[in-house]
């Protein structure tokens, strides 16, 4: 069996649900929903916040790895081993917001994930440890075994975010079933205001559900698929959300910006897919911006 596979039926096994579970509702009331999740979800930079993060300490831990092998640039080896350690900090907590608002067989390998950076985050603080008392062996041993499972770790949050889609932008993936061509929507009067309505295209072969909002005569249409984790935008609703008038998702209050598709507020970071809307006698017609065509 592959690893990928091996990896899918981990995702499949309960037996640490109730501990998961006590583990999610901790990050969800320390990380409570305001500018601080937000934050480390990454709503403001319109990408999820912990996968930049990461690049810092796998990028330092690897780098270090390659100097302990080479004596003259030992002492760089700690300085970059250090850096990696600092700033696995802000990148574990980034990575604990998104996993708290994930469904449960991706929070099943993230527990994973997290058991095995936070081994490896002690032997490197263990490797700093030693080094600062002259033991550069114990050091350098310690530190190529953070390595390994740091590398193997990292091998499981690619699953989860690939295999899994767990930053993947849902509205990017359902937008690619839609066609190209203009979509008839029927007419603006049928479209009720200041609420979202359902309204299905044809694709490749499905219907895929949109999401149109009225506001007298304007038109704002969207993929129907919420961005975090696919959930029904035209049962949402329409509100206020700092300053902006915003779509919400109704799974997890996932706010975009009706204007542009921007997140507001997370848990969503990636933007939602909006069409270009025009009138013809009336009737509302939609179609993907021309980065889909």
């Not at 579970?21 to 709503?43: W, Y």
């Not at 990408?47 to 796998?58: C, G, M, S």
């Not at 490797?127 to 953070?146: D, E, F, I, N, P």
């Not at 698929?225 to 935008?233: D, E, M, Y």
């Amino acid at each position: 069996m592959s690893l990928m596979g091996i990896l899918d039926r981990l995702a499949d096994v309960n037996t640490f649900d109730r501990a998961i579970e006590s583990a999610r509702k901790g990050v969800q009331a320390v990380l409570k929903p305001g500018a601080v999740k937000d934050a480390l979800h990454g709503t403001w930079l319109g990408h999820p916040l912990h996968p930049v993060l990461v690049q810092v300490p796998v990028g330092s831990w690897a780098s270090a790895g390659l100097l302990d092998a080479i004596p003259p640039l030992r002492p760089a080896a700690t300085v970059l081993i250090g850096t990696g350690v600092a700033v696995s900090v802000p990148a574990a907590m980034a990575g604990a917001a998104d996993w708290s608002e994930q469904e449960i067989g991706v929070r099943r390998l993230g527990a994973l994930h997290a058991v095995s950076n936070t081994v490896a985050l002690g032997l490197y603080v263990g490797s700093l440890v030693a080094r600062a008392k002259g033991r550069g062996t114990l050091g350098r041993v310690l530190s190529y075994a953070g390595l390994g499972i740091a590398t193997g770790s990292a091998a499981v949050g690619g699953h989860m975010s690939y295999a899994q889609s767990s930053g993947a932008s849902h509205a990017a993936t359902a937008a690619r079933a839609l066609t190209s061509d203009w979509i008839d929507l029927g007419p603006l009067d049928d479209l009720p205001e200041g609420r979202p309505a359902l309204r299905t295209a044809g694709g490749s072969g499905v219907a895929a559900p949109l999401a149109a909002v009225r506001r007298g005569g304007r038109v704002d249409v969207f993929v129907g698929s919420c961005s975090h984790l696919a959930g029904p935008l035209y049962e949402g609703s329409v509100e206020e959300v700092r300053g902006r008038t915003c779509l919400v998702c109704p799974w997890h209050d996932s706010a975009f910006d009706l204007d542009n598709g921007e997140p507001r507020r997370g848990p969503a970071a990636n933007p939602q897919e909006k069409l270009e809307v025009r009138m013809e006698a009336g009737r509302v017609m939609a179609r993907l911006p021309s980065r889909h065509q």
